[in-house]
């Protein structure tokens, strides 16, 4: 039987993060001295205002001039559509389209539990990006996506529960939280860092 209720209709972002400095989930170069990691939900309101007002100040300044390597971590915490929201990410990684996805999740993001990220969305979102639907279809198959859901654990709380991040976003430079997320707090966290490095 279909669906009673039509998935609202999936947005182009306005943000679209360069893709020409992407490896996974990471952009810029490996050994740069300077790693930024930020925390994320993608159900997260704040990390959708994060991604499109603070992250391409952070990739322009930093990430692209060769200084700062930039990686996205998963902490999915809202709620069931956080999940599902990973596990699709992580498949479109898998296809070498993370950041694309990464950014249409926080251009369609309606609000926490809503609907934003059923399943039919992240499949409409996928045909957005390009992806094998055939491939992405199979990885959100409820034994598939469980599986990938504990991998995404696996990886990302141990280093969350080291770094006591509790909250998304959370910007972690070199090993080291941020104590705000605005883009005064993490400018000054990355010069401090680059100084230090020197």
Request: charged share 20%.
């Amino acid at each position: 039987m279909p669906a009673l209720v039509t998935p609202a209709p999936v947005v182009t972002p306005t943000v679209v993060t360069p893709v020409s400095l992407a490896n996974g989930y990471a952009l810029g170069q490996a050994g740069a001295k300077v790693t930024v990691e930020v925390w994320e939900d993608f159900q997260c309101p704040f990390c959708r205002k994060y991604s499109e007002e603070v992250e391409p100040q952070v990739i322009a300044a930093y990430v692209a001039t060769g200084r700062v390597r930039y990686v996205f971590r998963d902490l999915p915490f809202l709620g069931n559509e956080s999940g599902w929201a990973a596990v699709a990410a992580r498949l479109a990684s898998q296809q070498g389209k993370f950041w694309p996805y990464h950014d249409y999740l926080y251009a369609n993001l309606l609000g926490e539990n809503v609907g934003s990220f059923s399943v039919d969305r992240l499949k409409l979102i996928a045909d957005a990006v390009g992806l094998d639907r055939k491939a992405f279809d199979a990885g959100l198959e409820i034994d598939a996506a469980r599986a990938t859901f504990a991998d995404i654990g696996a990886e990302s709380q141990p280093d969350a529960s080291r770094l006591g991040i509790k909250s998304t976003p959370t910007i972690v430079v070199n090993d080291k939280p941020v104590s705000g997320n605005d883009w005064g707090a993490v400018k000054a966290a990355i010069d401090a860092a680059l100084a230090a490095a020197r």
